[in-house]
T-cell receptor, first 113, second 113 residues
């Protein structure tokens, strides 16, 4: 079965700093999702990437999927306390069914004011 | 995007009892899913809720333990049967939008004593 490795497991940054979270798989990824989760709550959809080399941005968050479609990164520019939470990547390794997702264990982000 | 609500938002239950969780979507969707997030773990897909037919369960999950109903295209229920403390988790429903984006509900936080 597919495993998604997220790194780092946790991250503490000072407000205003940039940061990157990585999500890596040994298998080709079909439909790579990034979500944000507040502790004990539901998942907030951030972005979905499907094509190798694809890059998407929303406000200060940019996500990329590498050409081989085995690694994705999430980059936050000029972090703010509102960015704090758990970031999860989820993906399918089955072509044609990119909705049955396997998730990484998450990256806990703390942003100190 | 889809707006998803879940009831109850949280509950504390005694072992041996059952709890039914409801998931309501604000628009008709073809595909609905149920996930479990155990403490300190990432999300695991329990099953796909199929409208008008039996749910499709993932490996390790069975209908007797997690019966699922999907009476129409906007509603589904998940029952956690004969609960034990190991069933303490956050249960989340998700839907696949027309644009193939998967949105999640706010989750139901279950504690079994």
């Amino acid at each position: 079965s597919q495993e998604l490795e997220q790194s780092p497991q946790s991250l503490i940054v000072q407000e205003g700093k940039n940061l990157t979270i990585n999500c890596t798989s040994s298998k080709t990824l079909y439909g790579l999702y990034w979500y944000k989760q507040k502790y004990g709550e539901g998942l907030i959809f951030l972005m979905m990437l499907q094509k190798g080399g694809e890059e998407k941005s929303h406000e200060k968050i940019t996500a990329k999927l590498d050409e081989k479609k085995q690694q994705s990164s999430l980059h936050i520019t000029a972090s703010q306390p509102s960015h704090a939470g758990i970031y999860l990547c989820g993906a399918s390794s089955t072509r044609g069914s990119n909705y049955k997702l396997t998730f990484g264990k998450g990256t806990l982000l703390t942003v100190n004011p | 995007s889809a707006v998803i609500s879940q009831k109850p938002s949280r509950d504390i239950c005694q072992r041996g009892t059952s709890l039914t969780i409801q998931c309501q979507v604000d628009s008709q969707v073809t595909m609905m899913f149920w996930y479990r997030q155990q403490p300190g773990q990432s999300l695991t897909l329990i099953a796909t809720a199929n409208q008008g037919s039996e749910a499709t369960y993932e490996s390790g999950f069975v209908i007797d333990k997690f019966p699922i109903s999907r009476p129409n295209l906007t509603f589904s229920t998940l029952t956690v049967s004969n609960m034990s403390p190991e069933d303490s988790s956050i249960y989340l429903c998700s839907v696949l939008s027309a644009g193939e984006t998967q949105y999640f509900g706010p989750g139901t936080r279950l504690l079994v004593l």
